[in-house]
């Protein structure tokens, strides 16, 4: 009898021992947001275009050619998570190229399109070899995609009167880069 009392009092401890259920439990998820820094430039003509200076019509000596008219077709995208280490991001512009008495200006507006903490347009950018800020204070954002989403981007052109003996008659390609920078 002492013996089934004993295996009656093991087997009850044991049964209460492996018990470990309660009316809660939990589990870990572990959410996953990837670093996203994406930039593209979208235009529904194109973004590659011609600034065509011009002789006045009619042409008559001594008049100085004119500068070509602004032009708004390209639009800057973008989409950014930043990480915890970084403060913001910026958008920096620079040309690989400048041509000889004339002096292009880019100008961004204000994101139209998209959400989170979209950038800050800068004042217009006359564009060098060296980058310059044109968009800052990006953090985690979108802007949409396509044309008529984001920044719309204007450039102007000018052949100033005190550059014009720089002026050479050529057709000179200009890569004009735009780079999504982190800021810590």
């Known amino acids: 009898m002492k013996r089934i009392f004993s295996?009656?009092?093991?087997?009850?401890?044991?049964f209460?021992?492996?018990?470990?259920?309660?009316?809660t439990d939990n589990h870990i998820i572990t959410v996953v947001v990837p670093n996203v820094a994406l930039l593209d430039l979208e235009s529904s003509t194109g973004k590659n275009f011609n600034a065509t200076f011009e002789q006045p019509t009619p042409l008559e000596a001594g008049q100085k050619?004119?500068?070509?008219?602004?032009?708004?077709a390209v639009w800057l995208n973008y989409s950014s998570i930043i990480p915890s280490?970084?403060?913001s991001r910026r958008v920096d512009v620079s040309a690989n190229a400048l041509v000889p008495g004339v002096t292009i200006s880019v100008l961004a507006g204000s994101?139209?399109?998209?959400?989170?903490?979209r950038g800050t347009p800068t004042t217009a950018v006359t564009l060098t070899t060296s980058a310059q800020p044109i968009v800052t204070g990006i953090g985690s954002a979108f802007t949409a995609t396509g044309p008529s989403n984001g920044h719309?981007?204007?450039?102007?052109?000018?052949?100033?009167?005190?550059?014009y003996a720089n002026?050479?008659?050529?057709?000179?390609?200009?890569t004009v880069t735009y780079t999504l920078v982190d800021v810590n």
Do not use: E, W
């Open 16 to 23: 209460n021992a492996s018990a470990q259920d309660t009316q």
């Open 65 to 72: 050619v004119s500068g070509p008219l602004d032009n708004s």
């Open 7 to 14: 295996l009656a009092v093991i087997a009850f401890l044991a």
């Open 111 to 117: 994101a139209t399109t998209g959400a989170g903490t």
């Open 152 to 163: 719309q981007l204007t450039y102007s052109f000018a052949a100033a009167d005190a550059n």
């Open 85 to 87: 280490t970084l403060t």
């Open 167 to 174: 002026l050479r008659a050529a057709s000179t390609p200009v």
